[in-house]
């Protein structure tokens, strides 16, 4: 069997795969999305093929001898994106990096190279073309194979002559030029004759075989119309035939010697890692060879495969003694995992992992090293690195254990380098930053350690990671485990009246439909709504009439059925979520709910509850307030105290943008949406009346979240030139407010990212995307992240000086919850006045802004009763 050449149509194959994925840049903002694709595609084919020489083939210009011969062909295509543009020289470098041999020729396009090669390449090798062009079918023969990408980049088809005769009955290869001669090429604006369409060309080839032949032999053709069409188009058929055919006498280098596959050169690991494409070089290694050793992504030596680690087990006493007095010696940093079991209030350890000196040792339930362990890990001055540390604390509380000298949690770390991403497990932070892991152990953790903390300190976030979000894990630990107290009685009948609330509502609605239907069946209500009672058509989808919130929203109005509806369904979400949901997750042992806290899911930086999430219950509602009342003090305990930042988000805005006109508002103790609505409205501040107040308002928080005149007018049901008006006269007056917006855009769009006043970044590929939704969508969220991140880095702070303050002060009285820029104590009636001042000390003292920070406290003998 021959040995195998594969000739790849680089161009074509990268132009799929830009169209094909979603976008993906660097963090300096090099957009690489088509190249990865591309090297993806590439890995697995010369896996599959396994090819001894390879060639990839360019475009080199748009000018050829095709645009000599007929000025227009391609002349209908737009312009290359620029995002896609500027990838090609980038792909060209990161092959020749690899040693892989790159082709391109003035006046000649990459089908014209590969022709040359499969028509002119040495008998002793097979070809196989790559590409998703299918001009390329016409070079088939008994040694030339076409793998033609369908869709996208993964779904290929092989075709071999067999394969080209199966789906081109009655064709040969050579005859598609001959086709496309007739019929033309709209793709390349190839004109073939006017109004001979495919069928036509098929039959008319099939029975002449040739162009020249269907022209020699027109008066035989029947049909008047097409022996016109044939007679007064014979020049553009013959050019079309003469466009369509691939010129095979290109002047290349024929020496197969020049195309063998070698190892990469040094050049490629370091260009991999600067594109940020994680363990493709390894991938690429196990085929083509290239330096020793394995790296990470940051370009840090991290050794060979560590898959053959010793495991040690430490099952005595005796060698868990030995074995701690050892460790306790060491003066770097220790790596050490743990596995967690069990519910509140007992949750334990059910296995740990230590790496020290090359080796992993392990203690698992049962083990008598156990109590070594636990004094190890209560000495402060032995440095450990972990990972979800905050379980771990939570463990050892629970355990009447102690846990200190912990100062690396990579799950943390990770999260802060990259925000966004969907997991920052160990496994998940080891293959993305490991080209050797180990599926996420003790080793990985430690190999990770130098990586992720140069990383911090190089992206200036070593200081938000080991002031704020490191300790505040501990506090979270201790938050979680504290729980709320629920009513338990109170729960039980406001579910049942809210209950009774939903049937009402089903019951009123079957009388506004007049007729019985399935409230909870989409399919039911489209039919009702949009066929029988005629409501117009918002939205459809695939399996009907779209009825989700939006379609009803913008129907409300037009029929009382609607916000019959739309009450209902916000009902039984809150009675399924927080009334009926609440029930299960009351812990029997200690009668409390116990939510768990996100430290590392939004990209902003703020905390996210689960299980429940207490950051939803609607605040201003009534629904909201009695949801609310059923949380209350725990036994001991006398009080809830609420300490709630007044307009925090505002204030940012003010400090950041050092807008003349909202400094004044709060540096002068002003309702601020007030001095808006006089400043927008042009009217005296004691004129301003609620109307304009409450719209002000709207504008004012619309502002920090990047709102438009359409969801201005929208929110306030008012019209679209009207809400523009007020945006138009806010940017008029706040004009630090405009400045700070245009400046901040401009700055995400040359560095890739925005942060807050305390270096969280958040990091936003879109920003120069060629879709306009995306890139306004990544505009909007430029402007809002540092206001929107800042805040949640000063309530973060907060609960730290909080938390201190309560320590210093011996009170019994804690932390429960954090709900956005609001915290939830539990307070002893002793205490109640110390803690409130405490509280608002703290959370005043949290940053320093150019205008105060205010915290309004108040308690009450349920949450409602705190707002």
């Not at 073939?192 to 022209?215: F, M, N, R």
């Not at 039984?572 to 009351?586: C, D, Q, V, W």
Request: with cysteine; charged share 25%.
């Amino acid at each position: 069997m021959a040995d195998k050449f594969l000739v790849i149509d680089g161009s074509s194959l990268i132009h799929r795969a830009f169209f094909a994925l979603p976008p993906l840049m660097t963090k300096q903002g090099v957009h690489t999305g088509a190249v990865y694709g591309f090297c993806n595609m590439l890995v697995k084919l010369l896996g599959d093929v396994k090819p001894k020489w390879l060639a990839v083939a360019f475009d080199k210009s748009r000018k050829t001898f095709r645009t000599e011969m007929f000025a227009d062909y391609k002349g209908q295509r737009k312009p290359t994106p620029s995002e896609l543009s500027e990838q090609f020289p980038l792909a060209r470098r990161l092959l020749e990096a690899m040693n892989i041999t790159v082709l391109e020729t003035d006046g000649y396009e990459a089908d014209d190279i590969i022709g040359t090669f499969a028509v002119h390449a040495p008998q002793n090798a097979e070809i196989i073309i790559v590409t998703g062009d299918k001009d390329e079918l016409q070079l088939l023969d008994d040694r030339v194979k076409v793998y033609f990408t369908k869709r996208g980049i993964s779904d290929i088809k092989a075709y071999d002559v067999a394969a080209f005769a199966a789906d081109y009955e009655g064709l040969s290869p050579k005859q598609l030029i001959d086709l496309k001669g007739l019929m033309g090429d709209s793709s390349d604006n190839i004109p073939g004759v006017p109004g001979v369409g495919p069928k036509t060309a098929l039959k008319l080839i099939c029975e002449y075989g040739t162009v020249e032949k269907v022209l020699e032999n027109i008066a035989q053709i029947s049909g008047k119309s097409l022996k016109e069409k044939l007679e007064n188009n014979k020049d553009a058929a013959l050019l079309s035939k003469k466009l369509a055919t691939i010129f095979t006498e290109v002047p290349v280098d024929l020496d197969l010697d020049k195309y063998e596959l070698k190892a990469m050169s040094d050049e490629a690991r370091p260009l991999m890692q600067e594109l940020e494409f994680r363990n493709l070089h390894e991938r690429f290694q196990t085929i083509l060879g290239g330096s020793d050793g394995t790296f990470d992504l940051f370009g840090e030596s991290i050794g060979q495969e560590n898959a053959n680690i010793e495991i040690a087990l430490l099952e005595t006493a005796e060698q868990g003694k030995e074995f701690f007095a050892l460790l306790q010696q060491k003066q770097e940093k220790v790596a050490f995992t743990a596995v967690c079991g069990g519910e509140l209030p007992k949750i334990h350890f059910t296995a740990v992992e230590i790496f020290n000196d090359g080796k992993i040792y392990k203690l698992q339930e049962g083990s008598g090293a156990w109590n070594f362990f636990y004094e190890w890990l209560s000495d402060y001055k032995q440095l450990k690195v972990t990972c979800d540390s905050k379980e771990i604390y939570k463990a050892c509380m629970c355990l009447n254990k102690k846990a200190d000298g912990i100062v690396d949690d990579i799950d943390i770390a990770a999260y802060l380098i990259e925000p966004g991403r969907s997991s920052y497990s160990l496994k998940a932070v080891a293959e993305r930053y490991l080209a050797a892991n180990n599926g996420g152990n003790a080793a990985d953790l430690q190999a990770l350690l130098p990586l992720i903390e140069q990383k911090l300190r190089d992206y200036e976030l070593y200081k938000l990671y080991t002031e704020m979000e490191l300790p505040l894990a501990y506090l979270l630990a201790k938050m979680e485990l504290a729980g709320i107290k629920p009513d338990v009685k109170l729960l039980e009948s406001i579910t049942k009246e809210m209950a009774v609330q939903i049937t009402a509502l089903e019951i009123l609605a079957e009388e506004q439909a007049g007729e019985k239907f399935n409230l909870k069946s989409p399919k039911q209500l489209g039919v009702l709504l949009f066929e029988k009672l005629g409501l117009p058509i918002i939205k459809k989808t695939k399996t009907g009439y779209s009825t989700d919130v939006s379609v009803l929203e913008q129907l409300e109005g037009s029929h009382p059925l609607i916000t019959t509806i739309l009450e209902h369904r916000k009902l039984t979400k809150l009675h399924s979520t927080y009334l009926e949901g609440l029930r299960p997750l009351i812990n029997p042992a200690t009668e409390r709910i116990h939510t768990h806290f996100q430290q590392t899911v939004t990209a902003t930086g703020r905390l996210s509850s689960t299980d429940p999430n207490l950051q939803n219950i609607p605040v201003r509602t009534e629904i909201g307030k009695r949801i609310r009342e059923i949380f209350i003090p725990g036994t001991g305990y006398d009080w809830l105290m609420s300490c709630d930042y007044s307009q925090v988000e505002l204030r940012v805005l003010a400090h950041m943008a050092q807008d003349k006109l909202l400094l004044e508002s709060f540096l002068n103790g002003q309702d601020v949406h007030a001095r808006t609505a006089a400043e927008v409205f042009g009217v005296p501040l004691e004129q301003v009346d609620s109307m304009m107040r409450t719209r002000a308002k709207a504008v004012n928080f619309g502002i920090v979240y990047g709102i438009s005149d359409f969801g201005l007018a929208k929110q306030l049901d008012i019209s679209r030139g009207e809400a523009a008006e007020y945006i138009k006269n806010y940017f008029a007056r706040y004009t630090g407010v405009k400045k700070y917006m245009d400046d901040t855009v401009n700055h995400a769009r040359e560095q890739g990212y925005v942060a807050t006043m305390f270096g969280r970044r958040r990091y936003l590929p879109d920003i120069r995307h060629s879709n306009f939704n995306l890139r306004s969508f990544a505009e909007r969220t430029a402007i809002n992240t540092p206001i929107q991140g800042t805040a949640a880095d000063i309530i973060k702070i907060a609960m730290l000086k909080v938390e201190q303050a309560l320590s210093d002060a011996k009170v019994k009285s804690r932390i429960l919850l954090q709900v956005h820029d609001e915290l939830v104590l539990e307070v002893m009636e002793t205490e109640k006045e110390l803690v409130a001042q405490l509280v608002k000390k703290a959370m005043e003292s949290a940053a320093s802004l150019s205008v105060p920070l205010t915290a309004d406290v108040a308690w009450g003998k349920n949450w409602a009763q705190t707002k």
